[in-house]
């Protein structure tokens, strides 16, 4: 299994494809917005590091 990683703002697939060789990627799908507060809690609960 994967480490488990969140990108808090979107990023091109350029930029996360070679990620998701060595790590399950979660990713906010904004550009222009803040993941709100209680979005980011639930999500790094579930990374690794």
Request: aromatic share 6%; no cysteine; net charge negative.
């Amino acid at each position: 299994m994967k480490p488990r990683i969140y990108i808090t703002r979107k990023l091109d697939n350029q930029a996360v494809n070679p990620l998701q060789k060595n790590f399950d990627v979660g990713m906010w799908e904004s550009e222009s917005e803040s993941v709100p507060r209680d979005i980011l809690l639930q999500e790094v609960v579930e990374v690794d590091g």
